[in-house]
């Protein structure tokens, strides 16, 4: 065995960590600061100018402006996160290396051996030389140094994890580039270095829940503390956004970076563009400015970005208001033919059921979060009597029995992320958006749901409300008498009609026109979805 080297061995064992410590400090506050100079440009910045309706070809490259500066802002936070997360990773390691050896050490001295300044550890001398030619000297010198090489190993490797851990955290260094903070790639290979500091601190991406039970991705995310949830967030946003179970400021601040990285990977390839990138850019773009446009919002009125996706028609979780801090929560699952670019009208419809519940609340709308939950294939609008082959989704339970699972996640993680007394938790639900949630509250654990609300219900694939979890006392159903969906195809192929009185549902007075007028300004039929939203009753019949 060499032994340690010298010089590494007398700085290891003398090392003062202090500043490598208020390094990593320094670093993490260089990114909270990032942090909130990105928020801080949205909520004083491009948020009121959205807000002020700034239109115009300067509007336009202003606007675009804003968004590179912040999308830096963005990457730059994400770097100086993975540099404080190195620095930190390294001072643990290193300290604990420290740690090691002087423990190695301490425990040969106390053994009887010496340790020279170059870290060697001698042999003891258990009998006097001068008995070297007894026949049991080398014996007892054996027994008596029998740990003398484990001390030595111990040292030795000691001094060789300090050495490792140093100049992996200088490759690791070296590879964050500062070039690319002003770039549009940027966050992309900002996410590439995360990958290596995940590896450097011995992190795997396969830590992250795989988001199968919320309850538990809550724990894990509860329990890691705010320097490791930093990092996850800056190295795994895309798997974090999309857990059911963390935190709905989590999720928005994960998503919104992956959106952000989404966008500028389209603005990089905008001249090759084929026609679905085209359409997820599109859509994707007027999300990001209506997400912008409510950075000056009220907090209740505050947007949470809870997922989204461009495959097939796309797809989007959009909460109103901060649901793990609402008393009263709704979850608004939308029907057939809504997709990605539609997204704005769904955040309409949800603040309005808002404001509705707002009315019958104590404390108003500031009680209420209402989400947009359109994270399924919603089929489209095509159901013909005469060729069936062109019905495709609508007319079967094929859509609503593949998302079943990501719905009852999705409310099961709202129980799980909630902060405070539990909340009182309604879904609604429209058009196949009914057949949806029924699928989805009558397979595994149901929704947890404490009432539930469909209008314009083909279908809630069961044949009595006594087969879906929510109390059929809970159950509402909502139909206009002139909704053609409600009144002709339900009962046909997707579950008993739930306005039946043999279906065993409550009926919900409406005073609306058509399969989509559920929702009008000052209509009996909104305002009593805001009441069942608040727990109370809904009126059986007009009121003023």
């Given amino acids: ?28 506050r260089l990114a909270e600061a990032l942090g909130k100079a990105q928020t801080g440009s949205g909520k004083r910045v491009s948020g009121p100018l959205h807000e002020a309706g700034w239109a115009g070809v300067s509007a336009t490259y202003g606007f675009a402006a804003l968004e590179a500066t912040e999308s830096k802002l963005g990457t730059a936070e994400i770097d100086a996160q993975l540099i404080a997360t190195t620095l930190d990773t390294l001072n643990t390691r290193m300290q604990a290396a420290q740690r090691a050896l002087r423990n190695a050490v301490a425990d040969a001295e106390g053994a009887g051996h010496t340790v020279r300044e170059d870290g060697w550890v001698e042999p003891k001398q258990a009998i006097d030389p001068k008995y070297h030619n007894h026949p049991e000297y080398q ?141 997820g850019y599109r859509s994707l773009t007027a999300l990001k400015d209506r997400l912008d446009r409510t950075d000056t919002a009220p907090a209740h009125k505050q947007l949470y970005l809870l997922g989204f996706s461009t495959d097939n028609d796309g797809r989007a979780i959009v909460a109103v208001g901060n649901p793990d801090t609402a008393r009263h929560t709704a979850v608004q699952v939308p029907g057939t033919s809504n997709q990605l670019d539609n997204v704005g009208s769904q955040i309409d419809r949800v603040s309005k059921l808002q404001n509705a519940a707002g009315q019958w609340s104590m404390g108003g709308a500031k009680d209420v979060s209402v989400i947009s939950w359109l994270d399924y294939n919603a089929p489209e609008a095509n159901f013909t009597l005469s060729d069936p082959e062109l019905n495709l989704g609508i007319a079967t339970q094929g859509r609503a029995q593949a998302g079943a699972e990501d719905l009852r996640g999705f409310t099961h993680g709202l129980r799980a992320a909630h902060d405070g007394e539990r909340t009182h938790l309604t879904v609604l639900a429209h058009s196949y958006g009914s057949t949806m949630a029924g699928a989805a509250d009558a397979g595994g654990r149901g929704l947890d749901t404490d009432d539930m609300v469909v209008v314009g219900s083909p279908g809630l694939t069961v044949e009595r409300a006594d087969q879906l979890h929510v109390d059929p006392k809970h159950l509402w159903v909502g139909a206009a008498s002139d909704d053609l969906v409600s009144n002709v195809t339900s009962g046909a192929t997707l579950g008993a009609d739930p306005k039946d009185s043999e279906f065993g549902a409550q009926r919900m007075y409406v005073d609306t026109s058509g399969h989509s007028g559920y929702w009008d300004d000052g209509s009996q039929s909104l305002k009593n979805q805001g009441r069942i939203i608040a727990g109370k009753t809904p009126h059986s019949s007009p009121r003023p």
């Fill in 1 to 28: 065995m060499i032994g340690p080297v010298p010089e590494l061995f007398s700085q290891l064992f003398k090392q003062d960590f202090s500043d490598l410590e208020a390094a990593a400090s320094s670093w993490k």
């Fill in 139 to 279: 014996e007892i010198q054996q027994q008596a140094n029998a740990g003398l090489g484990g001390y030595r190993a111990r040292i030795d490797e000691a001094v060789t994890e300090a050495e490792s851990a140093s100049s992996e955290a200088a490759e690791v260094l070296r590879q964050i580039d500062p070039f690319d903070l002003d770039k549009q790639y940027g966050g992309a290979h900002a996410q590439e270095d995360a990958a290596r500091v995940a590896e450097f601190m011995g992190i795997d991406k396969k830590d992250v829940p795989d988001g199968k039970d919320p309850k538990r991705a809550a724990d894990w995310w509860a329990g890691l503390g705010e320097d490791k949830q930093r990092f996850y967030l800056a190295a795994y946003s895309e798997q974090l956004g999309a857990l059911d179970g963390l935190p709905a400021a989590t999720r928005d601040h994960a998503n919104r970076t992956v959106l952000d990285m989404r966008l500028n990977d389209y603005a990089l390839r905008e001249g090759d563009l084929g026609y679905h990138d085209r359409y």
